[in-house]
């Protein structure tokens, strides 16, 4: 997989991204605190929000927020598979978070067909958390690897996709290359 240099809101952030990914601007509108990267060749994207900071008595907690905060009213079915502090290689002293988990969406009603969208079977979703006190924000990015029936090779039990494989390598991308160039994106600060 090959991977360019990204610039997100008007340069102020830098990252890598996988080369075949494009800005989801281009097609619809994103609201201003966000930015969406969409595979041209698949299903997957990778989603950065700029949020306020959300107050809990850890960053764990925090994570546990931002996730629930995805995850609730979707109706799917959610297993986390990892969680825990990670780390930015271009800025290892800012507290970093990340949670992998699979979300798999109910079975459809074939008496109530209610669209002709394809359901995806599961879709894997790494979770990262960037904590910034002094500017009052919360960054969080996430890369979601749906897997569609007849597109992806199953993998054996507890083993991992190749799809999912790949979304690791994102997510790993992004923790190695991500960089704030511009601190004045959080207001000055």
Known sequence: MSFKPTELYGGAIAVDLPAGFGD?????QIPDHQEVYLDGNGYSSIVF???????????????????????DG???????LNQGKTVMSKMPTLPV???????????????????????PNF????????RLKEQTTDIVITVNVPHYPDD???????????????GEVVKQKILDSFEIKDWGLFGGN
């Open 49 to 71: 929000d700029i949020l306020e900071r959300i107050e809990k008595q850890s960053d764990e907690e925090a994570l546990q927020y931002h996730f629930a905060d995805l995850i």
């Open 74 to 80: 979707t109706g799917d079915s959610t297993d986390m």
């Open 24 to 28: 989801a601007s281009n097609i619809r």
């Open 123 to 130: 879709t894997s979703i790494h979770l990262l958390l960037l």
């Open 97 to 119: 978070y990340m949670l992998n988990y699979i979300q798999t969406p109910p079975p459809r009603d074939p008496s109530h067909p209610t669209s002709k969208r394809k359901t």
């Open 152 to 166: 992806y090779v199953k993998a054996g039990v507890g083993e991992a996709t190749q799809l999912m494989k790949d």
